[in-house]
């Protein structure tokens, strides 16, 4: 089963940007690899999704702002965060869901997670 290690979570003011890294212990190129994220007294709420095609699916919430991506050489998912909004603020978490070519199915394996504080 791969593990997961995320990194760079950090404060930031509004508007600014950061990306955040998840290390795979091993190739994560066949996982639906997916960025959640929970703020205080909330849900967690998915933010993004790749799939084994490398297709890309957004919350709403962030569309425009972040962008997903993949580097299989590295075994790392990254999670390019730009024009941050305070309402951005939460411990973000990377999961590996295992994946046919159409779909992703099965339980999810989860990082540790990264904080992200913006302030306004």
């Known amino acids: 089963q791969v593990q997961l290690v995320e990194s760079g979570g950090g404060s930031v003011q509004a508007g600014g940007s950061l990306r955040l890294s998840c290390a795979g212990s091993?190739?994560?190129?066949?996982?639906?690899m997916r960025w959640y994220r929970q703020a205080p007294g909330k849900e967690r709420e998915e933010v993004a999704l790749i799939d084994r095609r490398g297709r890309t699916t957004y919350a709403n919430s962030v569309k425009g702002r972040f962008s997903i991506s993949l580097e299989n050489a590295k075994n790392t998912l990254y999670l390019q965060m730009n024009s941050l909004k305070s309402e951005d603020t939460a411990m973000y978490y990377c999961?590996?869901?295992?994946?046919?070519?159409?779909?992703?199915?099965?339980?999810?394996?989860w990082g540790q997670g990264t904080q992200v504080t913006v302030s306004s």
């Open positions: 999961a590996a869901q295992g994946a046919t070519p159409s779909s992703c199915r099965g339980s999810l394996v």
């Open positions: 091993g190739y994560i190129g066949n996982y639906c």
